[in-house]
Every structure is written in C-alpha cells, then in structure tokens.
C-alpha cells in the first residue's frame, strides 16, 4: 500500500484540472513501477493532510480518474493500465474537501472509501462516499462484516442472502471490483475478492 | 468629469470596421473596466499591423491601464502588475500553481482583497475557486495541447463590497475546442458554442459527460447581485444574475481570437445594467 501526500508545498488549496493531471502523474510515477498486470493492485491512500479546499475539476483528474482508469477503452493507453491497478482511497479529509467529494461523487454516480484507519500494511476502518445500488450495498456489508478475502462460492455457502446463488455473488462482487471498492486475486479457479478497507461502514 | 459607460464591443467594432480615431478623444473621460482593459490588450494582440495597430496604440496612449494590460501579454509569467486593488497576472503553466508559484500566490492576494474589502469568507473562498477554474481552462483548452496555453492574462479588481475579475486568452476560441468532440459536431458558430458549455455543460473532452468548471463559477455566484460576460469568435452571451429570472443574454461581437469572460459582483447594490456597474480604472 502506499500513502502519497496530496499537499506537496506550502498550496493548500487545490484547484483544477491541471494540478491534478500532475499529481496523477506523480502518483503513476511513484507507484507505476511496482504495479504488475494481471496481479490484484495496489491501494494508494490519497492523504489530504493540510488541503483546505478542492475544486471538483482537480478531484476528477487526480482521483476519479484512478477510479475509471481503464473501464472506458477497449485497448487502454498505457497510462490507464497502470492506473487500472490502483485502488484509490482518499484520507484526512476537511469537512469542504469531503463535500465536494460527495458532490463529485453523486453527479458522476461514483464511490469512494475515506479510510478513517490507516497503517503501512492497509485500512484498517473507513467510510463509503457517493452512490452505490442497494445489492452492491448490502454486499460492501456483507464483506466488512466478513473481514477476510472470500470467493462468490464461499459466500453462497455462507448463507448471507439465501435468494443469492453464487453467480449473483459473483456479479456483485465483479461490479464492486469494477468500481473500485474490492480487489481480487485469482487462487487455483477461483477469485478471490477483498474490500479495499478491513472495515467499511456507510459515510 | 462625466464618467460615461465603455462600451467595449462599440469601439472595437469601429477598429474594426477601419473606423474613425474621433472616439478616442473622449476615452479619458469614459469608465472602462478591467473587462474592457483586457478585451483591448487581446484586440492589440491580433491587430498587431496596419491602421488598426495604429488604433490600437493610441488606447495605451489615453488608457494607462489598458497599456499595462497590453505588456502583460509580455511579460514573463512571474511578472505581476499591481496597483493597489487591481492585479494582473500572465498565465503561465500548470506548475505556477504549485507551492508558492506566481499563479498561487496571485489566488492567495485575490482572496485576501476580497476579505479585506468586505466579503464574507465562505463567497470570498468560492470566487477564488471559480477565478482558479476560469484560469486552468485557459491551461486547458487555449492551446494546441494540454497545459501549453495560448497568451492570455488574468486579472482582478476589488474594491469595498465590489469586485470584477477577468481571464482572457488570445488562443482558439470556444468554437474550435467544443468541435474536438464529436458529440457537439452539430454547433456552428461561437455563440451556439457559448450557450453549450454555458447552458448545457459541454466540454471537448470525449470521454467526459460534463464540465465541470463553469458549473464552479456558477455556484459561487448564485443569488448573487452578479454580471457574467463570455466572449469569444464573434459570439458573446451576458449573464445578470440580479434579475428575477436570470437568463443569458445573446449578442453578437466583432470577431476576435480567443476566449474573453469577466464577472462583476456587489454585495449590497443590484446592478441597473452591466455598463453602469463597471468600475473605472484610472
């Protein structure tokens, strides 16, 4: 997992599109090289220490990029490989950077985690901003309550939902992964999926 | 002195047309605003030859101001002009807005001003938002790439419960940005291309739904006793947010590159008309 620092200098506001490009920039840069295709991602918590305000414009380009990086295009540049392999998480934020956040968010019917409870290792505990289908919901539930990777067979098993056969969970948590809330990694046959906090409760 | 309205487009349109220098006599005695001083340094900037530059240099010659607007466009992107409550800035690159560069530190003095001259925090933090998105769009869209801007200048003007700020570039205008994007293919002239990223939220980006920086500006100035200018081509939409039913306002303007827009904003006194609330500068 790595930790940038959104706040770089002495700016703590900032404002549109082309100071996010570059932070997106340096966040590609930094994590880039350890990112491998076809394995499960790295998180990156965007830790907004200092930042008093944003404008959404800067948020699309240095988060809600990562978020959508490599869904649109059928051959992505390589630039949105990479960001592909990043699940972003935004931490430490101001009550007006997190309402523009959630403002963000809604419009452009996206979530995101701000982890609350961080360490070197993962988040430990966090909160889920924007918009996300009731099924895709109870499922983000159902995973925090879990706390352990787990495959869409073993979550049959469990009996969370009784009307939910494994191909539903399957669905569910491919859509999650999708927008960047769970990762997964292939064990034997079978995905294994994870959210991208131990602990992730409705903001 | 009878300190009459500038009407901006009025002599630009008589440069234009190879008209009469006889306007110019009076300009001292006329109110022009850091729009109107912008909007004359870019028409210096295209009219660069010819009788129309001739023009062009008597405005430096009767207007102080609008002559340290035309030598903003050269100055180096560091270089500030200050006068008091009136600021300009050369808009450089997308690095001057990081750390302690020109570009923030000119943020930082534009909502200083505004604080001290009576605006409330919570407006004074919005218009420094909405004055930074008006400026990376020129980062943005004036150029022929990304972050390599056309030459364009930003400015600011405050006084007590009164402001106006404005950006102006000389690059490709509104027109040609929104044609970059197949999905606006249909809009043939710079008005039709205002009214769309205006009312409508266009952007040339292909794969985004919307923009976002204009909808910023907006949401700053909402409710508020407030006169939005955008020009560029030769189209030009006002916007008086004291009206009862805000509305924008199509004209036409003489042509010109780039893309120009200004917003004027008192606390306490609604507006009779765009002109007659411009403040001079002197």
């Known amino acids: 997992m790595f930790v940038i620092q959104m706040k770089s200098g002495k700016e703590s506001h900032l404002y549109g599109a082309s100071i996010g490009e570059l932070h997106r920039e340096k966040i590609l840069k930094q994590v880039g090289p350890v990112l491998e295709p076809g394995e499960a991602g790295e998180i990156v918590v965007l830790d907004f220490t200092g930042v008093e305000s944003v404008t959404a414009s800067y948020l699309k380009a240095a988060l809600l990029w990562f978020v959508d990086a490599g869904t649109k295009a059928e051959d992505p540049l390589p630039a949105e490989r990479l960001g592909s392999l990043i699940f972003p998480v935004v931490a430490h934020l101001t009550d007006e950077v997190r309402a523009e956040l959630r403002e963000l968010l809604q419009a452009r019917d996206r979530c995101c985690i701000e982890a609350r409870d961080f360490s070197a290792i993962g988040v430990i505990s966090g909160i889920l901003h924007g918009p996300l289908d009731p099924a895709l919901e109870a499922t983000v539930k159902v995973l925090s309550d879990y706390g352990a990777p787990v495959s869409a067979g073993e979550l049959e098993k469990l009996g969370k939902d009784s009307r939910v056969r494994a191909t539903g969970w399957n669905n569910r948590l491919a859509q999650l992964h999708r927008l960047k809330l769970v990762q997964r990694r292939q064990e034997y046959r079978q995905w294994m999926y994870r959210l991208v906090g131990l602990e992730v409760h409705r903001g | ?282």
């Open chain 2, 1 to 282: 002195m009878v300190v009459r309205p500038f009407d901006i487009d009025g002599l630009r349109a008589r440069v234009w047309a190879g008209g009469s220098p006889a306007p110019f006599s009076r300009l001292s005695s006329m109110a022009i605003s850091l729009d109107g001083c912008l909007e004359l340094a870019c028409a210096a900037r295209q009219w660069s030859t010819g009788e129309p530059a001739e023009l062009v240099a008597r405005w430096g010659e009767e207007l102080p101001f609008v002559r340290r607007a035309i030598e903003a466009f050269h100055a180096p992107p560091e270089r500030t002009h200050e006068l008091e409550s009136v600021e300009l800035w050369r808009i450089g690159s997308a690095n001057d807005w990081l750390d302690e560069t020109e570009g923030q530190q000119f943020l930082v003095r534009f909502a200083r001003a505004l604080r001290h001259r009576g605006f409330p925090v919570p407006f004074a933090n919005g218009l420094g938002k909405a004055l930074a998105e008006m400026t990376d769009n020129v980062l943005q869209h004036s150029g022929s790439e990304s972050r390599k801007p056309a030459l364009a200048v930003a400015g600011f003007h405050v006084e007590q419960e009164w402001m106006t700020f404005a950006v102006a570039d000389t690059g490709r205008g509104v027109l040609e940005r929104l044609l970059s994007n197949p999905r606006w293919a249909n809009i043939t002239n710079s008005t039709d291309a205002l009214a769309a990223i205006l009312e409508r939220r266009a952007t040339s980006r292909v794969n985004e739904p919307e923009g976002h920086g204009f909808p910023e500006l907006f949401r700053a100035l909402a409710k508020r006793n407030s006169v939005l200018r955008f020009r560029s081509g030769d189209g030009c939409l006002t916007f008086n947010g004291a009206l009862s039913t805000p509305t924008f306002e199509r004209a036409s303007s003489p042509p010109m590159n780039g893309f120009q827009l200004s917003v004027i904003c008192a606390l306490k006194e609604v507006p009779k008309s765009r002109s007659a609330d411009a403040q001079p500068i002197t």
